[in-house]
């Protein structure tokens, strides 16, 4: 059996290799999330350039947001039916995609060719955010909630990868600003794409393939729910404000560099607490860490409304950043619970489905509001989905405690 062959492995053999899978995992997370960084300290700024109105800035991030709903039901179809790895693969090519066709609508001043480049990237970005679900296959169920963890950590190096490529290559091909930054981009996904060669998991069974409970009986169960909710909510609300921080920054007076240090500062921020987030899990339950991250998270706005100095907005980005750490890796371990081992890959691509449709929804908005309204308007508008998330998760922890 080569190396990289993606065979039937029973759980020993699976385990066995549990360490070099999450290794793998965690550096592809890496690179691929230095890929979203890209787009979300570039996106909103090259939209206002090539636009043919400010108003549709934001509309490259929220195509981003777009593509990764609509690529999140077929990455499971294909990871159910060919292999996660398969799936991995695939979204790689869209990876180098992106950073290429991006480069060429910069080079052509084309506003609607960036726009179908988001489209390549949020179609890798769904496929991404399934290698938290991989590595959570690869170790037994008690200590899922660390490795989906420690993969979300490979996120910080991301952070650090994404702004400062687009700090030192923005000005390469002068005057073409950001065209070198894409063609970084694309080198970047390329070697994830190596890395993810080596990835050993085991091909979906027939049981996989063919059985479970239908899609529609999962999503009523109250469990389901209140996990899509919070998951929701913390990714909305990070996308929400993120997408609009760096034009806001822009908008305020401050520098490009300010706002790409202050987007490297909040993806740190946001897998940073992954080192520790599954041991929270696992000693205070998934409920209680997201009901911090939302904390957190209304306490960034809070902070935002205070002023509009580089200070302010750092803040507001790193606290918001570790508000959708605890947040999301939560709810994502809520979902874990909501199924089946034969249910897997189509209840986790249904979760990225709607996570994602509402996500667009929200990055829509966000530059709407900002150019018409301002950075408050969209500071205050958060605290609504946040109280709505707020009261699922009390709602529920009250249910439980009744059932107890």
Not at 49 to 67: E, K, Q, S
Not at 141 to 166: E, N, T, W, Y
Request: aromatic share 10%; with cysteine.
């Amino acid at each position: 059996m080569g190396l990289n062959d993606e065979t039937e492995l029973d759980s020993t053999s699976l385990y066995a290799h549990s360490k070099s899978n999450i290794v793998r995992l965690t550096v592809a997370q890496a690179l691929s999330g230095a890929n979203a960084v890209v787009v979300y300290a570039t996106g909103a700024i090259v939209g206002n350039m090539l636009a043919p109105d400010r108003a549709w800035a934001t509309l490259p991030i929220t195509i981003f947001v777009l593509g990764m709903t609509a690529c999140s039901l077929p990455a499971g179809m294909i990871a159910q039916r060919y292999g996660r790895r398969t799936a991995f693969l695939l979204g790689t090519v869209c990876g180098v995609l992106i950073g290429l066709v991006s480069a060429l609508a910069v080079l052509m001043g084309s506003f609607w060719l960036f726009c179908l480049a988001m489209l390549f990237g949020g179609a890798y970005a769904a496929v991404v955010l399934t290698f938290r679900f991989a590595a959570a296959d690869c170790v037994p169920l008690a200590k899922r909630p660390q490795a989906l963890s420690f993969v979300m950590a490979g996120g910080v190096f991301a952070g650090v990868i994404g702004p400062q490529l687009v700090t030192h290559t923005m000005d390469w091909w002068a005057p073409y600003t950001f065209a070198g930054t894409f063609m970084g981009q694309a080198a970047v996904a390329a070697l994830s794409a190596v890395i993810l060669v080596g990835v050993r998991l085991p091909k979906p069974t027939k049981k996989e393939v063919a059985e479970g409970r239908p899609i529609r009986l999962i999503v009523r169960q109250p469990e389901f729910i209140t996990a899509v909710t919070c998951g929701v909510v913390s990714y909305l609300l990070m996308n929400f404000l993120m997408t609009a921080a760096p034009l806001a920054m822009r908008m305020c007076g401050l520098s490009q560099e300010s706002a790409n240090l202050g987007v490297q500062w909040h993806v740190i921020a946001m897998y940073a607490p992954s080192f520790f987030t599954g041991q929270l899990i696992t000693r205070f339950s998934a409920r209680l860490v997201v009901m911090a991250g939302l904390v957190l998270t209304g306490i960034s706005a809070g902070i935002g409304l205070l002023g509009v100095d580089v200070t302010h907005f750092w803040l507001t980005l790193i606290l918001l950043g570790i508000g959708w750490n605890f947040g999301f890796v939560g709810a994502s371990a809520l979902v874990l619970e909501c199924h089946r081992p034969e249910e897997k890959t189509r209840v986790q691509s249904f979760n990225h489905f709607i996570l994602f449709g509402m996500v667009a929804l929200g990055s829509l908005l966000s530059g709407g509001f900002l150019t018409a309204y301002g950075w408050n308007t969209v500071l205050w508008l958060s605290f609504i989905p946040l109280a709505l998330a707020v009261f699922v998760l009390a709602r529920s922890e009250m249910r439980r405690n009744a059932n107890a």
